[in-house]
C-alpha cells in the first residue's frame, strides 16, 4: 500500500477565502457588472490542477458559504459550484493540455453553465430575468483567466501543494 503525502491544504483553503473575499469587495457601480466569480475561477483551478484533493464535494461546501454570504437561496450556489466542478472534473485531463486562450475559452463555457443554472434557479423563483449584463462576468473571468491560472499555478509550485 502506497501512501501518499499530501500538503498545502492550508494554500487550497486560504485562495478560496482570498476569493469570497474579492467576490464581496464593494465596486464603483459602473463595474459592478464586470466583476468575475473569483470562487468559481478559483474552484475550476483546483479542479484541475489537483482533481483528487479538490471535488464537487468541496464545492458544494463552498457553493453553500457563498449563499449564506450572498444571502440568496440556499443551495442555488452550491449546485451551480458542483456541476461547474463535475464538468471540470470529467474534462480536466483534456482542458489541462490546451494552450491558456483555449483554456480561457474553456473557462468561459464554465462561467456561462453556471450563469445558466443560477438564471434557470431564479426562473423557477419566480424571479425577473435580469438584462445582457448577467453575461458580462463571465467574459471577465475567461479575459482574466490566464493571469489567475499563472498566479494560481505559481502559488501551488512555491508552497509545494500536492
Known sequence: ???????????????FLVALILNLLPLPDWARPFRPDWVTLTLIYWCMALP???????????????DVMTNSLLGQHALAFTLVAYLTLRFHQQIRVFPLWQQALSVLVLLGIQEVTELWINGLLGR??????????ALTGMILWPWIYVV????????RVT
Open 1 to 15: 500500500m502506497t501512501v501518499i503525502r499530501r500538503s498545502g491544504g492550508w494554500v487550497i483553503t486560504l485562495s
Open 52 to 66: 483528487h484533493r479538490v471535488g464537487v464535494g468541496i464545492a458544494w461546501g463552498i457553493g453553500l458559504v457563498v
Open 128 to 137: 425577473a430575468l435580469p438584462s445582457w449584463a448577467v453575461w458580462a462576468p
Open 152 to 159: 494560481l499555478r505559481d502559488v501551488r509550485r512555491r508552497f
